[in-house]
């Protein structure tokens, strides 16, 4: 058992709370640590979340746990009325550790399920001791552990919020038999799968026709949403992703077959409805976790921006955009291609080009009528060989794409999480016409790493630079250091502050830098 540092501080990243902090947030059920923390209530024997409407159990009688998992193998049961599974997911980055955050996206992929805990630690280049301790350190639990209660959480998600049938949701959740399925959950809830779905409220019953599955997941505020869909609409490849005010939705592939994907924000509600149009329940799980990844949806907000707030540089784009977060591409691979397309370019005419590209060499594929999609983008076996002529597209970048694709269909290149962001900056620098703000781009957008940072992008240098400054990489490099473990989202945090038509003026004058 590893519980939270309850009698001296706890932390999370490399911002500290401590007891008396969390127990007002507690008594006030305040959502900023929801998914942070789950408190296991020794009277009950059951654990919640910090928002649970139950009556607030004495301060003597909780203990407090970094992660469901560290809960359950504690000895809690879920609770029924707060639901766990639906607390956002334990930030990623706990700790600061990349390796871990790699982890838990592969595990969400299956890898432990495919090849075990070699497979797993050989897929984030570390040991698998190694791996076992970091697991213990960053979220006090076994690996197997973590996985085990994923796939609870899923299932039990799953059984609230649709009608699928009980096969449907064993083996989306990932249980390899109807057997092991009812055993886990007379484990863990004391009763069947089907007697929990009778029990479960009205307000969870799913309401979706059955042309598409529906699902609900949560994040903490603060989230400045409605800027990450503008900056996702103003990059969005027409007839593959379609963006407006309050949603994304996109073209894929999955297990072989087209898909349809949309994600709308709820208004103040912390949550996000997830539309999956397909029949690849199998791939629920994968699916879901993208979209965690792609909107960040695990993130402090709360803890990033406190950190980044303790530069003089920062602070006035902290408050001026709270809630900021980073956009993750939902295909590596695609955003690495545009990329390219965007060297030397404008936005829009980088858009132009990724359009021609998906509508010559893409699948065609026949959309849900409130969805305007009409391809899903190229695979890389699409595009190792082909010529692109006729697009508009220079012979330089022509070949630079054909390399990608190539090094991705040979596994050389890889956007699972599998691979740490210094090793895949070099790998990709390799091929001729990617340089290094390319390849810090891709990184960027396409790794889900909260440190990644572009510092030889030409307008992150303009935006960081005090009044009569200038900064080079370098110089840039160094004054970041300060912005760790998140310097990501200070990226973004610049960005927008250029994009918005500050000026250098508007950050005050710092001395001692």
């Given at each position: 058992?590893?519980?939270?540092?309850?009698?001296s501080?706890?932390?999370?990243?490399?911002?500290?709370?401590?007891?008396?902090?969390?127990?007002?947030?507690?008594?006030?059920?305040?959502?900023?640590?929801?998914?942070?923390?789950?408190?296991g209530?020794?009277?009950?024997?059951?654990?919640?979340?910090?928002?649970?409407?139950?009556?607030?159990?004495?301060?003597?009688?909780?203990r407090?746990?970094?992660?469901?998992?560290?809960?359950?193998?504690?000895?809690?049961?879920?609770c029924l009325?707060?639901r766990?599974e639906?607390a956002?997911?334990?930030?990623?980055?706990?700790?600061t550790?990349?390796?871990?955050a790699?982890?838990?996206?592969?595990?969400?992929q299956?890898?432990?399920?495919?090849g075990?805990?070699?497979?797993?630690?050989?897929?984030?280049?570390?040991?698998?001791r190694q791996?076992?301790?970091?697991?213990?350190?960053?979220?006090?639990?076994?690996?197997?552990?973590?996985?085990?209660?994923q796939?609870?959480?899923?299932a039990?998600?799953?059984?609230?919020?649709?009608?699928?049938?009980?096969?449907?949701v064993?083996?989306?959740a990932?249980?390899?038999?109807?057997?092991?399925?009812?055993?886990v959950?007379?484990?863990?809830?004391?009763?069947?799968?089907?007697?929990?779905?009778?029990?479960?409220?009205?307000?969870?019953?799913?309401?979706?026709?059955?042309?598409?599955?529906?699902?609900?997941?949560?994040?903490?505020?603060?989230?400045?949403?409605?800027?990450?869909?503008?900056?996702?609409?103003?990059?969005?490849?027409?007839?593959?992703?379609?963006?407006?005010?309050?949603?994304?939705?996109?073209?894929l592939?999955?297990?072989?077959?087209?898909?349809?994907?949309?994600?709308?924000?709820?208004h103040d509600?912390?949550q996000?409805?997830?539309r999956?149009?397909g029949?690849?329940i199998?791939?629920?799980?994968?699916?879901?976790?993208?979209?965690r990844?792609?909107?960040?949806?695990k993130?402090?907000?709360?803890?990033?921006?406190?950190?980044?707030?303790?530069?003089?540089?920062?602070q006035?784009?902290?408050?001026?955009?709270?809630?900021?977060?980073?956009?993750?591409?939902?295909?590596?691979?695609?955003?690495?291609?545009?990329?390219?397309?965007?060297?030397?370019?404008?936005?829009?005419?980088?858009?132009?080009?990724?359009a021609?590209?998906?509508?010559?060499?893409?699948?065609?594929?026949?959309?849900?009528?409130?969805?305007?999609?009409?391809?899903?983008?190229?695979?890389?076996?699409a595009?190792a060989?082909?010529?692109?002529?006729g697009?508009?597209?220079?012979?330089?970048?022509?070949?630079a794409i054909?390399s990608?694709?190539?090094?991705?269909?040979?596994?050389?290149?890889?956007?699972?999480?599998?691979?740490?962001?210094?090793?895949?900056v070099?790998?990709?620098?390799q091929?001729?016409?990617?340089?290094?703000?390319?390849?810090?781009?891709?990184?960027?957008?396409?790794l889900?790493?909260?440190?990644?940072?572009?510092?030889?992008?030409?307008?992150?240098?303009?935006?960081?630079?005090?009044?009569?400054?200038?900064?080079?990489?370098?110089?840039?490099?160094a004054?970041?250091?300060?912005w760790?473990?998140?310097?990501?989202?200070?990226?973004?945090?610049?960005?927008?502050?250029?994009?918005d038509?500050?000026?250098a003026?508007?950050?005050?004058?710092?001395t001692?830098?």
């Open positions: 058992m590893v519980p939270l540092r309850s009698t501080g706890s932390e999370c990243g490399d911002v500290q709370w401590h007891p008396e902090e969390f127990e007002r947030a507690r008594l006030a059920r305040d959502p900023h640590f929801d998914g942070r923390v789950f408190i209530v020794l009277t009950t024997g059951i654990y919640c979340r910090p928002v649970c409407p139950a009556r607030i159990p004495r301060r003597e009688n909780i407090l746990y970094a992660s469901a998992a560290a809960a359950a193998e504690a000895g809690f049961r879920p009325r707060c766990p639906s956002p997911g334990t930030p990623a980055w706990l700790g550790s990349h390796t871990v790699r982890a838990l996206q592969l595990l969400a299956g890898v432990l399920d495919e075990g805990m070699p497979a797993l630690a050989r897929a984030v280049g570390v040991g698998e791996l076992a301790r970091l697991f213990q350190t960053h979220l006090g639990v076994s690996v197997v552990t973590v996985a085990k209660t796939r609870l959480q899923l039990k998600k799953l059984l609230d919020e649709t009608d699928l049938p009980m096969a449907s064993c083996f989306a990932g249980f390899s038999s109807i057997r092991r399925f009812n055993a959950f007379a484990e863990i809830y004391g009763r069947t799968p089907l007697s929990l779905r009778r029990t479960r409220p009205e307000s969870c019953a799913a309401t979706a026709p059955p042309t598409h599955l529906t699902l609900r997941l949560h994040y903490r505020p603060p989230f400045d949403w409605a800027a990450m869909l503008d900056y996702l609409q103003r990059r969005a490849i027409p007839g593959v992703e379609w963006v407006t005010r309050d949603s994304y939705a996109r073209s592939m999955l297990e072989g077959d087209v898909a349809f994907l949309q994600v709308q924000f709820l509600t912390h996000v409805l997830v999956l149009y029949s690849q199998r791939s629920l799980a994968q699916v879901l976790e993208r979209v990844v792609m909107f960040d949806l993130a402090v907000s709360a803890d990033v921006d406190a950190h980044l707030a303790q530069d003089p540089r920062l006035p784009l902290v408050a001026a955009y709270p809630g900021t977060r980073v956009p993750v591409a939902w295909d590596g691979f695609e955003v690495a291609v545009r990329a390219i397309l965007g060297q030397q370019v404008s936005v829009k005419a980088a858009t132009t080009l990724v021609r590209l998906a509508a010559a060499y893409g699948r065609p594929c026949v959309a849900p009528a409130a969805l305007p999609l009409t391809h899903v983008f190229p695979e890389p076996a595009l060989e082909a010529t692109l002529d697009l508009g597209i220079t012979a330089r970048r022509i070949a054909q990608l694709a190539r090094a991705v269909q040979a596994g050389e290149l890889r956007f699972d999480g599998s691979m740490a962001t210094a090793a895949f070099t790998r990709i620098q091929i001729p016409g990617i340089g290094p703000w390319t390849a810090q781009y891709i990184a960027l957008r396409a889900n790493d909260a440190d990644a940072f572009p510092h030889a992008d030409l307008i992150l240098l303009r935006a960081a630079a005090l009044p009569g400054e200038t900064l080079d990489p370098a110089a840039l490099l004054l970041a250091e300060r760790r473990p998140w310097r990501a989202y200070a990226v973004l945090l610049l960005w927008r502050h250029h994009a038509g500050a000026t003026a508007r950050i005050p004058t710092v001692g830098d």
